[in-house]
């Protein structure tokens, strides 16, 4: 279905209007429009654009129109070089994924802080609705913890609820807990009409992907691993993915994997043998997805380590 609707093959632009120091540096100059015109040649059809509330919203709720021009620009290059667009909430005010390097909580818990969070959906649907044949929504990055999965499913429906007043027909993306784990998709609550999609991110096995990450608590930073040492295979992340699949086609809807991606201290050549196994099982199943990430990030796609790769690398993006 989403490969149909062009949003079937992409690359995250992380890193610019989120996790990041704010500055007008870095939200003017860390994506320009030479990085649209150059992922428009990877043979993707669309970008996924992380975003946190605080663009967009002063500390009382108030919004920032700056912030919308932001996006209003980011869209009108998507058009001018054949892109589609998921714009992915990435923090909202009281929740990130990133426990370490946020102060942000108490969104599961508010239902002020829900409210906000509604209101700021509403306000991209107004915005934005009238571009869902290229703008899809993605709802909340990486819901942490199993025990919101009851309240994030009663938030995301009543989010949805009303953003449907002004954007009808966008494809809404929704993903569960465990920060968007393909084992928790079938605890989601069924899909709240024919254009919401499920939503997971892959990047597994843990030791391999974010081997020497300082981010990652339940690694050993000074560990390394081969690909041939970690034993991935198709069946491996056909096994991982079987969940999340069943649970999709049960209730009548499609997968969309988000992010996935290998850090930059994993060789080239490894890094690509791994993109190359997880693209064979979301090619075979049909799975739609967007890689992690375009530039830095400590994933970067196109920093020059992959020079000599890239060519090969893109084919299985």
């Excluded at 990085?35 to 043979?43: E, I, K, N, Q």
């Excluded at 027909?169 to 929704?174: G, K, N, R, S, Y």
């Excluded at 990652?216 to 081969?226: E, H, L, P, V, Y």
């Excluded at 400590?298 to 084919?315: A, P, V």
Aim: net charge negative; hydrophobic share 35%.
């Amino acid at each position: 279905m989403l490969k149909n609707k062009g949003f079937y093959k992409g690359v995250n632009f992380g890193g610019w209007l989120s996790q990041c120091d704010y500055s007008e540096d870095r939200l003017n100059n860390f994506i320009t429009e030479a990085d649209f015109a150059r992922v428009s040649t990877w043979g993707i059809d669309h970008v996924r654009i992380p975003v946190d509330y605080n663009v967009f919203e002063n500390d009382d709720g108030s919004y920032k129109e700056s912030g919308f021009e932001r996006l209003d620009r980011a869209f009108e290059l998507c058009e001018k070089y054949n892109l589609n667009a998921v714009l992915d909430l990435h923090k909202t005010a009281g929740f990130s994924f990133d426990n370490y390097g946020e102060n942000e909580a108490g969104f599961f818990d508010s239902e002020k802080l829900q409210e906000r969070f509604y209101r700021l959906w509403e306000q991209f649907a107004k915005r934005y609705g009238k571009l869902d044949k290229r703008v899809a929504f993605e709802l909340l990055n990486e819901v942490t913890d199993k025990e919101y999965i009851g309240t994030w499913n009663r938030v995301s429906n009543e989010c949805i609820k009303r953003i449907r007043v002004y954007a009808p027909d966008t494809l809404i993306l929704v993903g569960s807990y465990h920060n968007n784990s393909a084992h928790a998709v079938p605890d989601l609550a069924k899909p709240y009409d024919d254009n919401t999609i499920y939503n997971f991110h892959c990047y597994e096995p843990l030791i391999f992907t974010h081997q020497g990450a300082y981010w990652a608590g339940n690694i050993n930073q000074s560990d390394r691993f081969t690909f041939e040492e970690c034993d991935i295979t198709p069946e491996y992340f056909e096994k991982l993915f079987a969940p999340a699949i069943e649970a999709a086609n049960k209730n009548g809807t499609t997968l969309y994997c988000g992010e996935y991606g290998v850090i930059d201290i994993v060789p080239p050549a490894d890094a690509v043998k791994w993109y190359k196994c997880i693209n064979e099982v979301f090619e075979k199943h049909g799975i739609s997805r967007s890689a992690w990430s375009y530039k830095e990030m400590d994933f970067g796609l196109s920093d020059e380590r992959f020079d000599d790769l890239r060519d090969e690398l893109i084919k299985y993006l």
